[in-house]
């Protein structure tokens, strides 16, 4: 629970682009404040304000030191790499701190220990916080129970240059919710690449196509095409804005819970 009227944040990855896009709301929020930021040894900005690129003060130094960046927070949000979280966690279940996990790309062993970290301190994970991206996934949710028969599915997905995983944990994220839909199993029917002489589509599988260029920040469109029509359910992002706010709200949602693993879904009361 906040000791205090606000809700006390602290932001790994506080340099990146979305580091900085979150500590861009949360100055600008009315009920969340920065308190602690979190960078990797190597970044040059350790021992810099972290508002600094707002050109603002807002008193909390750069660290690499989890104890210290973590010292005065209720939440971290973390929208970094999987080995980072993964220390990260450690450190929050350790003291008590609870966590909004927008990193994508766990292994298995990973999401187990998550899984077993929530049953000390709360925790949100979503492979996007996107409130428009929940939405659109449980608007695929209910066409897929309906469509689960006579209808290829495939999910195409661009971002921009940098993005290092394909694909997206959100394509993959729509996958997993159409699969259990319809009762299979996405490890079972999902297809990731098509080259050569394919033979004819398994009209079980569900098909990715990933895209990768410019600073296209998310887009996805999952296709549903039958005889003699299709459905196109699409979502773009043209801000990280979304992922924030999302996160945001993802914050307020745990502050009155001690411990569990909830997802966006939970925070949207989309359940």
């Given at each position: 629970?906040?000791?205090?009227?606000?809700?006390?944040?602290?932001?790994?990855?506080?340099?990146?682009?979305?580091?900085?896009?979150?500590?861009?709301?949360?100055?600008?929020?009315?009920?969340?404040?920065?308190?602690?930021?979190?960078?990797?040894?190597?970044?040059?900005?350790?021992?810099?304000?972290?508002?600094?690129?707002?050109?603002?003060?807002?008193?909390?130094?750069?660290?690499?030191?989890?104890?210290?960046?973590?010292?005065?927070?209720?939440?971290?949000?973390?929208?970094?790499?999987?080995?980072?979280?993964?220390?990260?966690?450690?450190?929050?279940?350790?003291?008590?701190?609870?966590?909004?996990?927008?990193?994508?790309?766990?292994?298995?062993?990973?999401?187990?220990?998550?899984?077993?970290?929530?049953?000390?301190?709360?925790?949100?994970?979503?492979?996007?916080?996107?409130?428009?991206?929940?939405?659109?996934?449980?608007?695929?949710?209910?066409?897929?129970?309906?469509?689960?028969?006579?209808?290829?599915?495939?999910?195409?997905?661009?971002?921009?240059?940098?993005?290092?995983?394909?694909?997206?944990g959100t394509a993959l994220k729509m996958g997993e919710v159409i699969a259990e839909a319809m009762g299979r199993d996405l490890k079972d029917c999902a297809v990731y690449a098509r080259e050569g002489v394919t033979g004819e589509?398994?009209?079980?599988?569900?098909?990715?196509?990933?895209?990768?260029?410019?600073?296209?920040?998310?887009?996805?469109?999952?296709?549903?095409?039958?005889?003699?029509?299709?459905?196109?359910?699409?979502?773009?992002?043209?801000?990280?804005?979304?992922?924030?706010?999302?996160?945001?709200?993802?914050?307020?949602?745990?502050?009155?819970?001690?411990?569990?693993?909830?997802?966006?879904?939970?925070?949207?009361?989309?359940?």
């Amino acid at each position: 629970m906040a000791t205090s009227s606000f809700h006390r944040v602290a932001v790994a990855g506080a340099t990146g682009r979305m580091g900085h896009m979150l500590i861009e709301s949360l100055r600008a929020s009315d009920d969340c404040r920065l308190t602690g930021a979190l960078d990797i040894p190597s970044s040059p900005a350790l021992g810099n304000d972290a508002s600094a690129f707002l050109g603002h003060a807002s008193g909390v130094p750069v660290t690499a030191d989890l104890r210290i960046g973590l010292a005065n927070a209720d939440v971290l949000i973390d929208f970094t790499r999987p080995e980072g979280t993964m220390a990260h966690l450690r450190a929050c279940r350790e003291l008590g701190v609870k966590l909004v996990i927008g990193t994508t790309g766990f292994s298995e062993s990973q999401k187990r220990e998550i899984q077993d970290a929530a049953r000390d301190t709360a925790i949100v994970m979503a492979p996007n916080m996107s409130v428009g991206v929940n939405v659109t996934l449980k608007l695929l949710e209910m066409a897929a129970k309906a469509l689960s028969t006579g209808y290829d599915i495939e999910i195409i997905e661009a971002h921009h240059r940098h993005k290092v995983d394909a694909p997206s944990g959100t394509a993959l994220k729509m996958g997993e919710v159409i699969a259990e839909a319809m009762g299979r199993d996405l490890k079972d029917c999902a297809v990731y690449a098509r080259e050569g002489v394919t033979g004819e589509r398994d009209p079980s599988s569900i098909g990715f196509a990933t895209v990768r260029g410019g600073d296209i920040v998310g887009d996805h469109t999952v296709l549903f095409a039958g005889t003699g029509e299709r459905i196109e359910i699409t979502h773009k992002s043209s801000s990280r804005a979304t992922y924030a706010q999302g996160s945001l709200r993802a914050v307020r949602f745990l502050a009155d819970r001690p411990a569990g693993l909830f997802d966006m879904f939970d925070v949207l009361g989309l359940r």
